[in-house]
């Protein structure tokens, strides 16, 4: 167990549709990292935040979007959803020790029919 | 980032030991060697983490020779629950503010009994 909870485990929608994905990192990390994993893409960065602020931007359409809460808490929106955005959403934490090793959370699949 | 090379598949037997090698020709000066396990549908795992020599924990353990252009992460005696994929990552984990990681295709072991 990381100590990175995702929710919810699963999530299906229909196209057109938006959904949220919640994150809590590990207790003191600052920096939350979302990452999207599909079959034919493997594992892409998509955005971090630290202590509520955007710190980097990877691979991230304009459909999404991400914030981090005073609490530290992370939402990834995924808004006017595509077949293509069917995949496994991962969320990372790091930052307890002043480095940024980083841990995974069981992440998000996401299916859009 | 430095890119990074290792085998896209290995085939071992339980119980014997598994060398991955790695290779990061462009590794920099500040960076740190990070191998990561992931199995289907599971977020990625952390396994080691080492800047030279040889690093050891209750999982595996890590060379790294002088040159630090390559690393081998060595699982010793594996089972059938070693089957995975396993990433090879090379970053400043030090640098303060934004790390995204990158992942390649990873090893994907497959343990036979």
């Given at each position: ?32 990292y ?14 971090q ?6 710190r980097a ?57 | ?113």
């Open positions: 167990d990381s100590g990175v909870t995702q929710t919810p485990k699963h999530l299906i929608t229909a196209t057109g549709q938006r959904v949220t994905l919640r994150c809590s990192p590990r207790s003191g990390d600052l920096s939350v979302w990452y999207q994993q599909s079959l034919d893409q493997g594992l892409q960065f998509l955005i935040y630290y202590n509520g602020e955007e931007k990877g691979n991230i359409l304009e459909r999404f979007s991400a914030q981090q809460f005073p609490d530290l808490h992370s939402e990834l929106n995924l808004s006017s959803l595509e077949l293509g955005d069917s995949a496994l959403y991962f969320c990372a934490s790091s930052g307890r020790t002043g480095e940024n090793t980083q841990y995974f959370g069981p992440g998000t699949r996401l299916t859009v029919l | 980032l430095a890119k990074t090379t290792q085998p896209i598949s290995m085939d071992s037997y339980e119980g014997q030991e598994v060398n991955i090698t790695c290779s990061h020709n462009n590794i920099a000066t500040n960076d740190y060697i990070t191998w990561y396990q992931q199995f289907p549908s599971q977020g990625p795992r952390f396994i080691i983490q080492g800047y030279k020599t040889k690093v050891t924990n209750e999982v595996a353990s890590l060379f790294i020779p002088a040159d630090r252009k390559s690393s081998t992460l060595s699982l010793p005696r594996v089972s059938l629950s070693d089957t995975a994929v396993y990433y090879c990552l090379v970053g400043d984990i030090l640098l303060a503010g934004s790390y995204q990681l990158t992942f390649g295709k990873g090893t994907k072991l497959s343990v036979i009994p």
